[in-house]
């Protein structure tokens, strides 16, 4: 009889079911790529059944589950960064520990980054359009111009290692400024040859790109909106691949209509799913992909083991890689 009980709440790639099989748990899945409805989680989790519960960003962790599940849980593990889904509060109140998945992402969310930065700038919505819809003009010498970001000043906002990663990936193309804001200045922005702001403020004026790298807290919650977006130049191209709530989409849908900035690359939105109505889907100077900068298999194997690891270190009374509280 396998020792531990885990309750998966999706269809997760196999290295992380292996490691934890291997490790004397016994797996219960919601056997689906979507996402398991609230009420089900809270049915499903059963009193006292599970010593962890392995979720997905997209499962709200609140007190309902952890108290459906009853004093036998001991870790909740997120295969993901952000944890903002789960009542952290309401954890340490039970004294559950929570785990994400750091690191393993950090390259395929950067990637992603920097593919939609030159996506948007280089208008290539607006030229693959043009082709598929059969409008591709002759060779024009002033059709579709849009900026390079050799010479440019780059803004990071939130410098974790996603923002860092960014910016490392940045620096070769020969930027004129790198720029970062976070709640703290950190040392290894040297090696990006980032400059701190310590207002998001005085570094909007300034930027032609600004890379969103940032959690979603209190304090970053739609920290763009009219106001900010204000003062930024009118050429200026957001990407985000933080998190969608950082940004007020009513007030970005706005800025973009009028022009008053010049683009957006968005892998991440409010709300997600985004209805393929929504105001910012038909922009020509609005890029939106479906939350998928971290969807590569290296990542993807990598974040299911480490949940798995981080579950299996807290059974053994470890410090899990990935302690959030
Ligand atoms: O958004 C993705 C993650 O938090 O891992």
């Known amino acids: 009889m396998p ?93 559950i520990k929570v785990t994400n998945t750091p690191n393993v992402s950090t390259d395929s969310v950067a990637e992603c980054t920097v593919s939609l930065l030159l996506f948007v700038t280089r208008r290539l919505k607006e030229g693959i359009q043009s082709v598929r819809e059969g409008r591709q003009p002759e060779w024009r010498p002033t059709w579709l111009c849009g900026y390079e970001v050799t010479n440019s000043v780059i803004g990071i906002f939130g410098l974790g290692r996603i923002g860092y990663g960014v910016g490392k990936r940045l620096l070769p193309f020969g930027p004129k400024k790198m720029l970062y804001h976070d709640v703290v200045q950190v040392s290894f922005a040297k090696d990006i040859e980032a400059e701190y702001c310590e207002t998001l403020d005085e570094m909007l004026g300034q930027v032609d790109f600004l890379c969103i790298c940032c959690n979603l807290t209190p304090q970053t919650r739609h920290k763009i909106n009219s106001k900010t977006l204000a003062r930024m130049k009118n050429t200026a191209v957001i990407v985000n691949t933080g998190r969608g709530g950082v940004i007020n989409h009513d007030d970005l849908c706005v800025a973009l209509k009028n022009n008053t900035i010049g683009g957006a690359g968005l892998d991440v939105t409010e709300p997600e799913p985004l209805s393929k109505d929504h105001p910012l889907v038909g922009l020509p100077n609005c890029v939106i992909t479906p939350h998928m900068g971290s969807n590569t298999w290296d990542s993807r194997d990598s974040m299911s083991l480490t949940a798995a690891q981080c579950i299996v270190s807290v059974f053994n009374k470890e410090k899990p890689m990935g302690l959030v509280a």
């Open 3 to 95: 020792k531990y009980k885990v309750y998966v709440t999706r269809r997760i790639p196999k290295p992380g079911p292996a490691f934890l099989k291997k490790n004397d748990c016994e797996l219960t899945f919601w056997d689906s790529d979507d996402a398991i409805p609230h009420a089900d989680l809270v049915n499903n989790i059963g009193e006292n059944k599970y010593d962890a519960l392995l979720c997905m960003l997209t499962d709200q962790v609140d007190a309902a589950v952890m108290d459906a599940a009853g004093p036998q849980l001991q870790v909740i593990a997120s295969m993901s960064v952000g944890y903002e889904h789960i009542d952290l509060d309401a954890c340490k109140e039970r004294n």
